[in-house]
């Protein structure tokens, strides 16, 4: 038995008035009469009455004896069908002709295929099939919302079937339901009796008015998604949609209406390309649902609808595609004539015709579009096994009126993007994406797929939804997400720092980049400003707890912050004032036959023409559109202050269009911005020789069709397409160099021997270059070896590197001296620049971020990307046992630290510190002997005595790059005390003569000389 989804036939099947419309083959509904006659042929009538009435069993004791199973089919889910919207339930033999749906009751041979689907707009409904005794499907659809979420049931009778539905639905019958719009600059609702639009009583009756504000609109009126009522107002009207009852959340759906312009007239054009096994029909119809053929190159009122059906009877796949003004409009792909059926049959959605409109319709043997281009094993049918979603959403219990912890789960790819039930079952290979938006608590998130955690983490409060986290998955088993409530205070906080590159950020005077972690307690947080005004919002687990405007290296100090939470700091710049630029329009055609159009579009989408010479702010994006209909080509330049940034050359009215179109990219306004159009004559050839040597020639030329050769003066113009060709001849004793440049970008460069001992000259020159633009060529002598280096790229996927305005690749030659750098990150990375062993600049670049510089180059430069890694943080712990020995006048010194931190402060103990940090370990021991341990990453890699320091070369250094917790111990060493027997056997040992009784001195300040050294030797140190 078999369960298939299918999207091929389903809108042939159901959709009545597009059947009419374009003649596809479809099958009727329950709801429609059905000529018995069609089903003799698959059917002997066994309905003809017998004279006397006969039992259910004996009925199907006779059907069993006759091969026969009996179809019973009730669609009690029809009883949710409205004016708008029905729920279709269609039982036939997949094999037949036509497609008939069965009528309930009829008698089928044994063995007969028997194909099953609903197809439900108007609500949710339940699905039952029994078969042969056999309960196959039972089961609940939601509202269908696309064909390829339809569910087909196909196998042969093996004994009688019944197939069922009913609604499923539930209907909302207590509680509040809310009214929302789609679009309230065009509509507002009001109700009566008067009540808040969110606060609306289940059950209760209510008359809703919508009133249009400026502009005509369509108005429909849904009800749980159902559609209940609709109308058209004219702007400035209203109109009440009475006596409603409401019965769960009502949504105005509200579009503009479009207002056909009769008078303004659109060319449809069609290019069929092949052959009459494939039929191509564009129609039209009036209000009277009449069927019209258009024409191709005949003209048609603007707003008209267009409908596009093909019928491909070939035995290659053909393709549709329709250009809306020089846009594409739509573009499908028909298989070829199936084996089972006439025909393959489909078409493009209706386009409102607004501009001149093209169709093409050609065979499909070449991979187009994109989806035809995917590889074959990207375009492999899904598997139909199934995985499933479970969804545990305990956060929720957090949730208030006011603020709610919201978890989604979704198809990415869905139209409506809407949440999985828990339980929802998914195809392998399927994407799924998750996330979290929780307002009303912190909360823990466990993603568990396929047997194996993906995710398990703590999320504070959500501040942004730039902080949102987004997790994608292509299904490859089951998938279990769960959230919670996070109760317990995390140990450290996150910090986060927006718009970092404005301020320095020190806490507890360390400097703190965003993203690190910071331990929970009070602390001192300093916010350094750097050279642009900014304001500074400071907020502690979502909490603000200060904010002040800074000037330019002015700094905000907050004295004793109790870090109990995440901490946001929110830096953004002052804007001064209000830059405004002026738009330029120079229309050099001073023609009738060629329009200039410039605009720009406000936020109602109202379109407004800009006249040359007004001024708008800064970020306005300006729009440019060309009408050529003259029999010229034209051109079309843009330029941001003196550089030109954009341009377009427009070809001459076509024979079959009324005009040709074109315009720009779209401009932001950034400076003065100036468009200028003209008549295009060609490109300029420019040659410049530097040298001026008799020794050295130049030839620049070009090939007529019958090969004869043309010298080329500078300053000549030609038509866009031409080949130039250059030829190089050196008869000095010196190099030279030819390069050739398109707005000063060098694109081809040759550099020519001087000329050889066993030759009268050397010769050369540059590939054959076709004009594109305007062209430049400099004859120059080249410059010696040791005068260009080498460039390395490490890493160059991760991002772009433009020197002197070229892009550049690894192993590139740059000329020496002042070049100007650019660099661009594709990913988050650090960019580290080198010129030979000096590093000149290390950077952090977010994606698409740039940085920029301008260097004396004089050895081989490096430029390395380096990905960004997920911050690790390490425990310094530190037990200064040996600190017991201290005394006023001398101390055991112990010092962690980091050694290229700035002020060098010691570590307290419990300090973190990121992996691949650096940490310096000594002990400066004047007080005692000490015992030093030092333990990284579970190793003991210091285990020593030290005597009490003599000498500041004496002491030893460790240092540490930090790959795991730190722990750093000292003690006192304690030596036994001898007593006055053990001194006594001692001086036995030594001969008379030797004991001499000391001389009596006054004994040396001692502690004075030992503090200063101690002094002299700690500033040392």
Known sequence: ?????????????????????????????????????????????????????????????????????????????????????????????????????????????????????????????????????????????????????????????????????????????????????????????????????????????????????????????????????????????????????????????????????????????????????????????????????????????????????????????????AYLGGSSAGSKTLPKKPANDDASYGGLDSIILRSNLRYVLEYAGEATSEEEKKPEEEKKPVSKETATITINHKAAEANTKYAVNGLHVYDPDSKDLDDFASGTKVPLGSKVKIYIYNLASPVHLNIRHNGKTVVDKDYGLLESDDDVEFFDLVVEGDIIVTSSVVKNVSKTSSLTIKNPKLAEVKIDKETYANGAHIKNGKHNITIVNKDKPVTVTVKVNGKQIGTKDLKAKESYNLSSVNVDGDVLIELKEIKQTVQKYKVNIINNTKDEEVTLNIRWVDDDMNIHDIQSGNSFEEGLLVYSQIINTSDQKVKLIAKSGDEVIDEIILDEKPEDDDASYGGLETITLEDDLTFELDYFKGYEIIIDDQIQNKDVTLNVRWLDEEMNIHDIQSGDVFEEGMLIYTQLINASDKKIKLFAENDEQVIEEIILDEKPASDDASYGGLQPIELKRDLKYTLTYAEAENESVNLHIENGTLGKVTINGKEMQDGDSLTKGISSISIQANEDVTVTIKNKAETIQEKELSAGETTELDLDVQDDLTITFTQKQEEVFYTVTIDHGAAAANTNTAVNGLHVYDPTSKNKDDFTSGTEVKKGSKVTVFVYNLASEVHLTITHNGQTIVDKDYAILESDEDVEFFDLTVEGDITVKTTVIHKEEPTEEKIEEEQEMIPEEVIEEPEETEPEPAEEQEEETTEEKEEEV
Not at 5 to 34: E, H, M, P, S
Not at 191 to 214: C, M
Not at 234 to 263: C, N, Q, R, W, Y
Not at 264 to 274: A, G
Request: aromatic share 6%; glycine share 6%; proline share 2%.
């Open 1 to 321: 038995m078999e369960k298939t989804k299918r999207n091929t036939g389903i809108i042939a099947i159901i959709l009545a008035i597009v059947l009419a419309i374009f003649g596809i083959k479809g099958c009727q509904t329950n709801d429609t009469d059905i000529n018995e006659e069609k089903d003799e042929k698959v059917v002997e009538n066994a309905s003809a009455k017998e004279e006397e009435p006969v039992s259910e069993e004996e009925a199907a004791a006779i059907r069993k004896e006759n091969n026969l199973c009996l179809v019973t089919i009730e669609n009690g889910a029809s009883e949710a069908n409205t004016q708008y919207a029905v729920n279709g339930l269609h039982v036939y033999d997949p094999t037949s002709e036509d497609l008939d749906d069965f009528i309930s009751g009829v008698e089928l041979p044994n063995g007969t295929n028997v194909s099953i689907f609903v197809y439900n707009l108007a609500s949710e409904v339940h699905l039952t099939i029994i078969h042969n005794g056999e309960i196959i499907a039972d089961k609940d659809y939601s509202i269908l919302e696309s064909d390829e979420d339809v569910e087909f049931f196909e196998f042969p009778l093996e004994g009688d079937l019944e197939v069922r539905t009913t609604v499923a639905e539930e209907v909302q019958t207590e509680g509040s339901a809310k009214v929302t719009v789609s679009n309230n600059k065009l509509a507002s609702v009001s109700v009566k009796p008067d009540t808040k639009t969110d606060e609306l009583e289940v059950g209760k009756a209510y008359d809703f008015t919508v009133s249009a504000k400026d502009k005509n609109i369509n108005v429909s009126m849904m009800m749980n998604g159902r559609m209940m009522d609709e109308a058209s107002i004219k702007a400035g009207s209203s109109h009440t949609f009475k006596d409603i009852t409401v019965k769960g959340d009502i949504t105005f759906d509200v579009e503009e209406e479009i207002v056909l312009d009769p008078s303004n007239k659109h060319t449809i054009s069609i290019d069929k390309r092949t052959g009459g096994d494939v039929a191509l029909n564009i129609r039209w119809v009036d209000d009277n649902l009449n069927i019209h053929d258009i024409s191709s190159g005949q003209s048609y009122p603007d707003g008209l609808e267009v409908y596009c059906q093909v019928i491909n009877t070939s035995n290659r796949p053909v393709r549709i595609s």
